[in-house]
């Protein structure tokens, strides 16, 4: 289910605000930062190896990004497993055109709010949070789809 | 008048100021810009995912000729617009003012030089045993580092007295390898500001970084 920004729904705090800052290593071992993005439209996912729809929504997060990186779309997957490990081993078998960066501490997560896998954040340009997603069912492509071009048309 | 008090007064400024203003624009705005019986801004669509923009303006096949001094309500709206930054900027100066004073602030820069032996990832810094900030690099703020720029990396307070500052630097090192230092300086504050800069730098001779803490007497 997408809350948006409009709806009254206070469910989730951040909605409507700025995104917090943060910086995380990803498993390339470089070091990412949200705020280098502003100007871009971000689609931030929180997902666990356990998880599991969130496979499908990487994967359809990489052919969105694949097709409107250009547009000014990009995306950042932070992973909150503890084993670092298996992380790495599901982004090998899942690769994806997209940073995927590391949160084992979790403290990204915490300011966030994450409180279910695969948790969605489209951010605009402008740095605010625009729509949470906080599932992933068959379907749901399609409406990442209509807010980030709604977003992209920003 | 406490700080807390201060902040709320200058907020309540610049609340008072941003309603006269959109007022301001409404007024010049409002005459014959529409005709009689219609509303500025048409009630949102209910029950609609996606109304987030239902906000703008009704496009009305009836909608009127802009009004022929459009220049003039530009004109006053980018003045308005740089009144605000400016009250901003100043609210912004007044809170760190409040936060940290001057009798007690202490502000730890960063900066580098050359960085052909060391590649930066994180800083951490601590000050009397306890960690005020983890800083975690990224290529491009890096870069802008070895380029000449200085960051402030905390801003706080500190009591009068002796002090101690230790700083963390993990990276890369001359040949590529995880790289780790530290670099620790004890000072004494007084009353005033306290600034101390960190600064990593090349030692050509020892084919090595350096990590300096600097007091900024």
Not at chain 2, 204 to 209: A, G, I, T, W, Y
Request: net charge negative.
């Amino acid at each position: 289910m997408a809350w948006t920004a409009s709806a009254a729904d206070a469910a989730y705090r951040l909605l409507g605000k700025p995104a917090p800052d943060f910086a995380l290593r990803a498993t390339s071992g470089k070091n990412f930062r949200l705020s280098e993005y502003r100007g871009d439209v971000v689609a931030v996912t929180f997902w666990g190896s356990r998880c599991g729809t969130c496979g499908a929504q990487l994967s359809a997060l990489s052919r969105m990004v694949d097709t409107y990186q250009s547009a000014g779309l990009t995306a950042l997957a932070v992973n909150v497993d503890d084993d670092q490990a298996a992380a790495a081993s599901f982004a090998v078998a899942h690769p994806v055109s997209f940073p995927v960066l590391l949160d084992p501490a979790k403290t990204v997560a915490r300011q966030y709010r994450v409180d279910n896998l695969p948790m969605l954040l489209l951010i605009d340009r402008g740095g605010a949070i625009r729509y949470v997603y906080r599932n992933h069912r068959s379907g749901s492509d399609a409406q990442y789809l209509e807010q980030i071009r709604v977003l992209l048309d920003e | 008048m406490n700080r807390s008090h201060k902040i709320w007064t200058a907020w309540l400024v610049v609340l008072a100021i941003t309603a006269m203003a959109v007022t301001h624009v409404a007024m010049a705005a409002a005459p014959d810009a529409l005709p009689p019986g219609t509303d500025a801004i048409a009630p949102a669509p209910a029950g609609d995912a996606g109304s987030a923009q239902s906000t703008e303006p009704a496009t009305d096949a009836q909608a009127p000729v802009a009004a022929p001094d459009t220049r003039a309500l530009d004109e006053d709206i980018q003045s308005i617009k740089k009144d605000v930054v400016d009250l901003n900027r100043d609210l912004f100066v007044l809170e760190e003012e409040l936060l940290f004073p001057a009798n007690t602030q202490v502000a730890v820069f960063l900066s580098m030089d050359v960085g052909e032996f060391f590649a930066l990832d994180t800083v951490e810094l601590r000050l009397d045993d306890k960690q005020v900030t983890k800083y975690l690099y990224t290529p491009r703020e890096a870069e802008a580092l070895l380029k000449g720029g200085v960051q402030r990396l905390y801003l706080g307070n500190l009591r009068v007295g002796n002090h101690e500052l230790v700083a963390l630097f993990t990276g890369k090192g001359p040949n590529g390898q995880d790289y780790s230092r530290g670099a620790q300086l004890r000072f004494e504050k007084a009353v005033g500001a306290k600034y101390l800069e960190l600064k990593i730098s090349d030692r050509q001779r020892k084919r090595q970084p350096e990590f300096q803490i600097k007091d900024w007497e």
